[in-house]
């Protein structure tokens, strides 16, 4: 993937992912391996004169420079996964129920180092204080570019998590060490971490602090997990306006070695390497186990999670077990995970029209092992 100036249209935004086998090739997910999820256009912007401001229920409001951003505070670390809402809707779609949304497959998801100024002492110095988060939320807005369903893109979380530094809430100039692409927000993005990825809105202009959610469509009617009584856009109707925003992703594993329908001999010992990356719910992580499965879930073997030395609270981890197999056809290999918050991986979870937030246990299903 390279950073041409492409400009993907409103009718056909540039939506992708990788082979999940390569995905989970690196713990740091290199630039041209990444997914890409876009409601619009790439805007192409310039550092030298793009700036973010700050307004709203603020007793200073601001507007600053991206050298400001980068000179005037403290630059913050912090490694996260960052993953589409829609993650494995197509797990869910063939699963469970057809859903609404594009059929992401198990890798719309990256982990990667980010740096960039706290958010929470950008609010500070706008004269926001802990005591007056009660009730008010931050709201992030792009106003680059024109979107499908909008005229702007924008997303919002409560300010107690922006104020909380224990959130490491920043405000993105760099991934992996290099500054941001103009496909990964360049040259600033929200990174929220244990956010849906929805919430991390790129090539940022405008923070707002107020007494409500944003106003944008994809927070208000879009990016949440439905009743299963709302089966199509008619029924759905009622129930945009009284289900919550989805914030926090949940627990998810992945098995990504062998994939679905693969062809996999057998050891000498009688086993197949199996392969995969966990994601921990929210705020609950870092991901403490997985376990694999080679008959539908009656036993579990233990994963090895690989290079612990790096894990942490919000990043993936990459795992991989050997598990003894029965020559036959199809055959299937599961995966759950269990993080330091006490949430473990279910079989499924709810169906919703849209498709987000499936966590379903991990599976590669149809193998031939020979």
């Not at 690989?306 to 050997?322: D, F, H, I, M, T």
């Amino acid at each position: 993937m390279t950073s041409t100036h492409t400009e993907y249209s409103v009718q056909n935004p540039l939506n992708r992912e990788p082979p999940v086998k390569t995905l989970v090739s690196s713990f740091f997910t290199p630039e041209g391996i990444s997914y890409d999820r876009n409601h619009g256009p790439i805007p192409h912007l310039t550092a030298d004169t793009h700036t973010v401001r700050i307004d709203g229920n603020v007793p200073s409001p601001l507007c600053l420079s991206i050298h400001q951003l980068q000179t005037e505070f403290s630059q913050h670390e912090v490694i996260c996964a960052l993953e589409c809402a829609g993650n494995r809707r197509h797990a869910m779609r063939t699963l469970l129920k057809e859903v609404q949304g594009i059929d992401w497959g198990d890798a719309a998801v990256m982990n990667c180092k980010w740096k960039g100024p706290r958010l929470r002492d950008v609010l500070l110095r706008a004269g926001v204080t802990s005591n007056l988060s009660q009730g008010l939320y931050v709201a992030f807005s792009c106003y680059q570019v024109q979107c499908q369903e909008d005229d702007w893109f924008g997303s919002s979380v409560k300010l107690k998590r922006c104020l909380d530094e224990d959130m490491d809430v920043i405000l993105a100039l760099e991934m992996n060490g290099s500054p941001l692409t103009p496909n990964h927000g360049y040259p600033v993005r929200v990174v929220l971490p244990g956010v849906a990825g929805a919430r991390w809105v790129k090539w940022l202009d405008r923070i707002t602090v107020q007494d409500h959610e944003s106003s944008n469509f994809y927070q208000q009617r879009d990016y949440k997990v439905l009743p299963p009584d709302a089966v199509d856009s008619a029924s759905a109707e009622p129930y945009w306006d009284r289900t919550p925003a989805m914030c926090d992703m949940p627990i998810n594993s992945v098995v990504a070695v062998p994939e679905d329908g693969e062809t996999v001999r057998l050891s000498e010992s009688g086993t197949v390497e199996v392969k995969g990356y966990a994601v921990p719910h929210g705020a609950d992580g870092p991901v403490t186990g997985v376990q694999v499965s080679a008959d539908g879930g009656q036993t579990w073997v233990d994963a090895v999670i690989e290079g612990s030395s790096l894990v942490r609270k919000w990043c993936w981890v990459l795992w991989r077990a050997r598990v003894s197999f029965e020559r036959g056809t199809g055959r299937e290999i599961l995966s759950r995970a269990f993080d330091r918050g006490g949430n473990v991986q279910q079989e499924h979870s709810q169906w919703n029209l849209r498709g987000v937030g499936y966590n379903g246990y991990g599976r590669a299903s149809d193998l031939i092992i020979v």
